[in-house]
């Protein structure tokens, strides 16, 4: 890595830094006066700035990890599916018992709702 790609890429990490923190303390006092757009531009704000980093600064798309190399790192892909399926009953159980959800149906049918949604949203 040649030295000018290293300034490249540390000003690139330090405008989407600042620019994240700029725009999302913005969203966050336009929130605060009553309007809910703010809302939307403190939780996009991260990919805006990607978007300018990406686009407008020259940093390309080729190393974004936007391929999904399945034959190489398929062992990620299904435990990132299992953890996701193993931590929502224990997500579930911590709320109810701390008082922030309440079921509203018996917990056996809780569980399955994953499942259904994953099912249904497949082609």
């Known amino acids: 890595m040649t030295t000018q790609n290293r300034h490249r890429i540390l000003r690139n ?3 989407f830094y600042i620019g ?3 725009l999302s303390i913005g969203g966050g006092f336009i929130m605060a006066s009553g309007q809910e757009a703010g809302g939307l531009l403190f939780v996009l704000s991260p990919l805006l700035m990607v978007l300018v980093v990406r686009f407008l600064l020259g940093d390309g798309w080729q190393n974004a990890g936007l ?3 399945l034959k190489k790192s398929w062992r990620w892909y299904v435990f990132a599916l299992l953890f996701t399926l193993l931590v929502l009953p224990v997500v579930l159980v911590v709320n109810t018992f701390l008082g922030f959800a309440a079921l509203t149906m018996p917990f056996s049918q809780v569980l399955p709702l994953p ?3 994953w099912r ?3 082609p």
């Open 13 to 15: 990490t330090l405008i």
């Open 20 to 22: 994240t923190m700029v």
């Open 67 to 69: 391929k999904l190399h």
């Open 115 to 117: 499942l259904a949604s």
């Open 120 to 122: 249904t949203a497949m």
